[in-house]
C-alpha cells in the first residue's frame, strides 16, 4: 500500500516533469525563434527549419515588390510575401539570405541551388514549368508600356509597328518576348538589358521611347519619378506570379500553397500588399486561386 502510493507519486511526478519540460521548450523555442515546428523527415521544409537559414531570390531593383534600399536589404511586396512562407517554416527573419535573382537567371537559381525559392514578380507559364515548378499565383499584375510624361504619341503596344520608336525590357522576361511580336524590326527597336532600372535610365536619357514590362513594376518606377513617366495605356497580358522551386519539389511546392491560402484568410497578405506596392496606385483585386497542379 505505501509502496503503491509512493509510485503513484513518482509517476504524478514524472508526468508532472515531463509536461514542465515540455511546456519550457515550445516557450524558448518561441522566444529564441529557433523554431518549434516539425516537417517531414527528409523534405525541404525539414532540412530549412534544422538549418535555420534560407536563400531567398528576389528583385534588388524594383520599387514596392523587391528594391535594396538604406536597409541593405530588398524590401517590397514579394520580399513580404517570402516573410511569411519563412515565418511558417520556424525560421527568423533575420536569418534569411536574400541572393538577386533577375529575370534572366531565375530558373539557374532553382536548379543550381543558388536560391531555395524565388519570389520575384515571376509569371507562371509552361515553358518555365520545363524546368521549376511554381506555388501561386499570389498576385495577377499584367504588361503595360511606361513612356516620358509628355509622351502622346504611345498609347499601345501597336504604336512600335511603324517602325520609329525603340521599346526597351529585360533579358528572359515574358514582357521582352511579347513586345517582338508588337515591332516591326526587333533588331533596331528592341533594346534588353539585364535589370529594368537600366530601361528605366535609358528611357530617362531619350536612349529608348519606352519601357515595357508588367505594370506594377513600372508603377513602381513612375512613384518615385512623377513628374518623369506615366504609362501609355492598359495592360495587355496576363502576369500571374508565383514563387519558384525545384521541380520535383511537391511537397514544399504544397506547403507554400497552404501558407498563401493561410495568409488570403488571415489578412496577412492584404497587409503585405498595403505596407507596399499597394502604396503606388496598383490593385490588389481578389485572392488568386492557388494552383495545385
Ligand atoms: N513577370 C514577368 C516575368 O516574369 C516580367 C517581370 C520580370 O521580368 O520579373 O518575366
Not at 539585364?194 to 530617362?204: E, P
Not at 521611347?209 to 492598359?234: E, M
Amino acid at each position: 500500500m505505501k509502496l503503491n502510493r509512493m509510485s503513484a507519486a513518482l509517476g504524478a511526478l514524472t508526468l508532472a516533469l515531463a509536461v514542465g519540460a515540455c511546456g519550457s521548450k515550445d516557450d524558448d523555442a518561441a522566444s529564441s525563434g529557433s523554431g518549434s515546428k516539425s516537417f517531414a523527415a527528409g523534405s525541404t521544409m525539414e532540412k530549412l527549419n534544422k538549418a535555420q537559414s534560407i536563400k531567398v531570390g528576389t528583385k534588388f531593383d524594383q520599387p514596392g515588390f523587391g528594391q535594396k534600399g538604406l536597409s541593405g536589404k530588398p524590401e517590397g511586396f514579394d520580399v513580404e510575401v517570402a516573410k511569411l512562407i519563412v515565418k511558417e517554416l520556424g525560421i527568423p527573419e533575420d536569418k534569411i539570405q536574400y541572393v538577386e535573382t533577375p529575370s534572366k537567371i531565375r530558373e539557374d537559381a532553382i536548379v543550381n541551388g543558388q536560391a531555395d525559392m524565388v519570389v520575384a514578380t515571376y509569371t507562371i507559364n509552361d515553358k518555365r514549368k520545363e524546368r521549376v515548378a511554381f506555388a501561386g499565383p499570389y498576385y495577377e499584375a499584367g504588361q503595360n508600356i511606361m513612356v516620358k510624361k509628355d509622351d502622346t504619341s504611345i498609347t499601345g503596344p501597336d504604336s512600335f509597328k511603324d517602325g520609329t520608336k525603340k521599346v526597351c525590357s529585360v533579358t528572359g522576361s515574358t514582357p521582352a518576348e511579347e513586345i517582338k511580336k508588337h515591332v516591326k524590326d526587333v533588331a533596331t527597336q528592341v533594346v534588353l538589358f539585364d535589370t529594368y532600372d537600366k530601361c528605366r535610365d535609358a528611357l530617362k536619357g531619350g536612349q529608348v521611347n519606352a519601357v515595357t514590362t508588367d505594370n506594377v513594376i513600372l508603377l513602381g518606377y513612375i512613384s518615385k519619378d512623377q513628374d518623369s513617366f506615366k504609362l501609355a495605356g492598359d495592360n495587355f497580358t496576363k502576369e500571374p506570379y508565383g514563387i519558384g522551386v525545384k521541380k520535383d519539389d511537391t511537397a514544399f511546392r504544397n506547403f507554400i500553397n497552404d501558407v498563401l491560402e493561410k495568409s488570403y484568410q488571415d489578412g496577412s497578405w492584404k497587409k503585405a500588399w498595403d505596407d507596399t506596392a499597394g502604396k503606388f496606385g496598383a490593385q490588389l483585386g481578389n485572392a488568386p486561386t492557388v494552383n495545385r497542379y
